[in-house]
């Protein structure tokens, strides 16, 4: 990723010192970047669709007699925010590196027969660019730990500095899921990530949670099934390949008559388990995730927005700390 000239004009830069110079962008990091962004193109997968049972014997199933809860179920989730779109400039060039100095958290909550509990939580703040020579940035409100991220040619700068993110966000996770489970009495629970499992399908008794569905992986004959789930049922478990491999089925919770594909979300769980062991998940994502499901009129992402999920998401965002604060830190910063 070449860098590029450094900006002038509104943005704040900061006087010569040791280590690294960089600026502050002016562009408001809520509308996004400043940056074009490329879109990821469409990921080919290939499709097992006779784990559990024959493709010409698919029908919509029941959990089944036998299958309870699991005596607690943990949430995990993360979330992230950009702080600040930043500049680093590269010594002795004149020229500078796009950056974003970011906030993120990662949580879990633990539901079962006594309610639920935040049990575990870590916020973090770092600064994502590609310039090997960056520092920490430290700021009254906070130390922006520097991060190096990966520079190709192929790769939009925005998108890398987001996928280094997203990448760094994914390990306070796992490490935040495994310190909650450290602190449980049973090894009878089960782990749900709202997303997709990738990065973390070596956790135990785990799910990935998908809310949105951006691709057709079912051939037409069997992705006709979906819409005709019922609440509370589910496709066959199938085995999808793509870059990894992951067992995953659909299931339509609790919701109003509407859409086709209304209320249906996609589980996923570690193609190391055996197809039998993948469909013992398939049924007890049923008995557990339905019973979270939410409704219309408390949320708009109902029925998929889960309830332990939003309250999650909604306690780590209050942990994030006050944006203009960190945004005016970090102009301070820069003028040192």
Same mark, same amino acid.
């Given at each position: 990723?070449?860098?590029?000239?450094?900006?002038?004009?509104?943005?704040?830069?900061?006087?010569?010192?040791?280590?690294?110079?960089?600026?502050?962008?002016?562009?408001?990091?809520?509308?996004?970047?400043?940056?074009?962004?490329?879109?990821?193109?469409?990921?080919?997968?290939?499709?097992?669709?006779?784990?559990?049972?024959?493709?010409?014997?698919?029908?919509?199933?029941?959990?089944?007699?036998?299958?309870?809860?699991?005596?607690?179920?943990?949430?995990?989730?993360?979330?992230?925010?950009?702080? !600040?779109?930043?500049? /680093?400039?590269?010594? &002795? @060039?004149?020229? $500078? %590196?796009? +950056?974003?100095?970011?906030?993120?958290? =990662?949580?879990?909550?633990?539901?079962?027969?006594?309610?639920?509990?935040?049990?575990?939580?870590?916020?973090?703040?770092?600064?994502?660019?590609?310039?090997?020579? !960056?520092?920490?940035? /430290?700021?009254?409100? &906070? @130390?922006?730990? $520097? %991060?190096? +991220?990966?520079?190709?040619?192929?790769? =939009?700068?925005?998108?890398?500095?987001?996928?280094?993110?997203?990448?760094?966000?994914?390990?306070?996770?796992?490490?935040?899921?495994?310190?909650?489970?450290?602190?449980?009495?049973?090894?009878?629970?089960?782990?749900?990530?709202?997303?997709?499992?990738?990065?973390?399908?070596?956790?135990?008794? =785990?799910?990935?949670?998908?809310?949105?569905?951006?691709?057709?992986?079912?051939?037409?004959?069997?992705?006709?099934?979906?819409?005709?789930?019922?609440?509370?049922?589910?496709?066959?478990?199938?085995?999808?390949?793509?870059?990894?491999?992951?067992?995953?089925?659909?299931?339509?919770?609790?919701?109003?008559?509407?859409?086709?594909?209304?209320?249906?979300?996609?589980?996923?769980?570690?193609?190391?388990?055996?197809?039998?062991?993948?469909?013992?998940?398939?049924?007890?994502?049923?008995?557990?995730?339905?019973?979270?499901?939410?409704?219309?009129?408390?949320?708009?992402?109902?029925?998929?927005?889960?309830?332990?999920?939003?309250?999650?998401?909604?306690?780590?965002?209050?942990?994030?700390?006050?944006?203009?604060?960190?945004?005016?830190?970090?102009?301070?910063?820069?003028?040192?």
């Amino acid at each position: 990723m070449a860098a590029q000239p450094a900006p002038s004009g509104d943005a704040t830069a900061a006087p010569s010192r040791p280590g690294m110079r960089f600026s502050v962008d002016p562009w408001d990091p809520s509308y996004g970047s400043s940056l074009d962004a490329e879109d990821l193109g469409e990921s080919t997968a290939r499709v097992v669709a006779d784990v559990e049972i024959p493709a010409d014997r698919w029908r919509p199933l029941d959990p089944g007699p036998g299958v309870t809860p699991p005596p607690a179920t943990l949430f995990v989730d993360g979330v992230r925010r950009i702080d !600040a779109q930043v500049w /680093v400039e590269e010594p &002795g @060039t004149g020229a $500078a %590196s796009p +950056a974003l100095c970011a906030s993120y958290a =990662a949580g879990v909550v633990c539901c079962g027969p006594e309610g639920a509990d935040l049990v575990a939580h870590d916020v973090r703040r770092g600064l994502f660019t590609t310039a090997a020579h !960056a520092v920490d940035v /430290v700021t009254p409100a &906070g @130390t922006y730990e $520097a %991060s190096l +991220a990966d520079a190709r040619r192929d790769v =939009a700068p925005a998108q890398a500095l987001s996928v280094a993110l997203q990448a760094r966000l994914r390990e306070v996770e796992i490490a935040t899921a495994v310190a909650a489970r450290s602190g449980l009495s049973t090894s009878d629970d089960l782990l749900v990530v709202d997303g997709p499992l990738r990065g973390r399908q070596h956790l135990p008794r =785990a799910l990935g949670y998908i809310k949105s569905h951006r691709s057709e992986y079912l051939p037409a004959p069997l992705n006709g099934l979906v819409a005709a789930l019922g609440a509370g049922q589910r496709t066959p478990v199938f085995l999808l390949g793509s870059s990894w491999d992951r067992y995953t089925w659909y299931l339509r919770l609790p919701c109003d008559p509407g859409a086709p594909w209304a209320g249906v979300v996609r589980l996923e769980c570690s193609a190391t388990l055996t197809g039998a062991a993948a469909a013992d998940m398939a049924r007890l994502s049923q008995v557990t995730l339905c019973r979270y499901a939410s409704e219309g009129y408390k949320d708009a992402r109902a029925p998929q927005n889960l309830y332990p999920i939003a309250g999650l998401e909604r306690q780590l965002r209050r942990r994030l700390g006050d944006a203009v604060v960190l945004y005016r830190a970090l102009r301070r910063a820069a003028h040192r």
